[in-house]
């Protein structure tokens, strides 16, 4: 049963420190996605990649996040440094990269920045 | 520019009564549509989606979405909702330009008493 795995699940931390998520795209798909959600603002796009290359950042804050493929099977997403209005749901979703695709979507890693 | 308005926040229906979720889209060009669930502490599964033809569309779990053109709309139906259908529901338009980003609209919450 192919899926998108993250991690961590959760993580709680202090503001000012590194947080680093993880991203297991699923096998043969080529385009990631990274969302946020947040009762303010629901689901925003931050970031995505096709063939790992970033195709769109602009949604993410450029000063504290990063986002980088090392590899085809790995996604990672970078705060440095956390605040405490970065606490959300990030997830992270992959697809086939076309028009009609679905994108699958992970179960997400819930960030509390204390 | 793309956006997404689901008019209701939160629905309450009962067991076994009818469903309709409304979702109206601003978008230039003939829009690619999804409607996607999200269950407590879960990620965002697919029910659905819309490309072309027959503008009355089936999904998973029962569910159904009919589009229509001329009022810009894509409503998600259940002829008889189940307690497992709690949810968070969310429609979606593709953004071609960018193959396959997605633009969420803010999100349904359906309760559903028994």
């Known amino acids: 049963d192919a899926r998108v795995t993250q991690t961590p699940r959760h993580k709680v931390t202090e503001m000012g420190q590194e947080v680093t998520m993880r991203c297991q795209p699923i096998?043969?798909?080529?385009?990631v996605f990274w969302y946020r959600q947040t009762m303010m603002q629901g689901l925003e796009l931050l970031a995505y990649f096709r063939n790992r290359a970033p195709l769109d950042d602009s949604g993410m804050p450029k000063d504290r996040f990063s986002a980088e493929m090392p590899d085809a099977t790995l996604a990672t997403l970078k705060i440095q440094p956390s605040e405490p209005r970065d606490s959300a749901v990030y997830f992270c979703a992959s697809g086939l990269g076309g028009n009609r695709d679905e994108q699958f979507f992970g179960p997400g890693t819930r960030l509390t920045v204390l | 520019a793309q956006s997404v308005t689901q008019p209701d926040i939160h629905i309450t229906v009962s067991e076994g009564a009818s469903l309709e979720l409304r979702c109206n889209y601003s978008y230039g060009a003939t829009p690619y549509l999804f409607w996607y669930v999200q269950s407590p502490g879960q990620g965002l599964q697919l029910l659905l989606k819309?490309?072309?033809?027959?503008?009355l569309v089936q999904g998973i779990k029962g569910f159904e979405a009919e589009f229509k053109r001329s009022q810009s709309s894509f409503n998600l139906r259940k002829p008889s909702v189940h307690w497992s259908d709690a949810a968070e529901y969310f429609c979606?338009?593709?953004?071609?330009?960018?193959?396959?980003?997605?633009?969420f609209g803010a999100g349904t919450i359906l309760r559903v008493k028994s």
């Open positions: 096998l043969g798909h080529n385009t």
């Open positions: 819309y490309f072309s033809g027959d503008t």
């Open positions: 979606a338009v593709g953004v071609q330009e960018y193959g396959n980003k997605l633009v």
